[in-house]
């Protein structure tokens, strides 16, 4: 094993978004295995800490391959087409206007429901752009255009999160009352 070589190569898993979870949760297993400092006992404080930065850069490669969106966020930064989401927030004029009409649902929601259905909207946004991020990257092999459907799944992300926020406030009895 090499700590400078891809997580796709540490895997051992071809460098694609289209990924088997399954497999890839008995590969990190059994990576850990190999690398815990405790079959490292007997030969000292150094094997010990050298399994450690292993057992590390193994978790560290397992959480970026096991969320898509960070694989595919990796994926595009392997191919060169950096996502740079921190500096770049230009997004295209019909993704803004949607997130523009989410937020005004999200503010105006005021049952359960619409906070429900307002979820099902989004995670089914979700889903397609991971699909299309699925379709540039393993079939068309185009990082460059993937980066705005990670960018754009970026957003969606944090919004969720806002939604989800706002449907545990509704399940959580007010503590003031």
Request: charged share 25%.
């Amino acid at each position: 094993m090499n700590l400078n070589a891809t997580d796709f190569e540490l895997f051992g898993i071809a460098p694609q978004f289209a990924q088997d979870r399954a497999a890839l949760d008995a590969r990190w297993k059994d990576l850990q295995r190999q690398v815990h400092p405790d079959k490292f006992a007997s030969q000292g404080a150094a094997a010990q800490r050298v399994a450690m930065q292993w057992s590390v850069r193994i978790n560290e490669a397992y959480q970026r391959l096991k969320d898509p969106l960070k694989r595919a966020a990796y994926l595009c930064e392997l191919a060169g087409a950096s996502v740079n989401a921190e500096n770049n927030t230009a997004m295209p004029t019909e993704f803004l206007v949607q997130q523009m009409s989410w937020r005004e649902v999200l503010e105006d929601a005021s049952s359960f429901d619409d906070l429900e259905q307002l979820s099902l909207q989004v995670n089914t946004a979700m889903r397609e752009a991971l699909q299309n991020c699925e379709q540039l990257l393993d079939v068309q092999h185009n990082p460059a255009q993937a980066v705005s459907q990670v960018r754009a799944l970026m957003f969606m992300q944090r919004f969720a999160s806002d939604v989800q926020a706002r449907l545990d406030q509704m399940d959580t009895p007010d503590r003031g009352q």
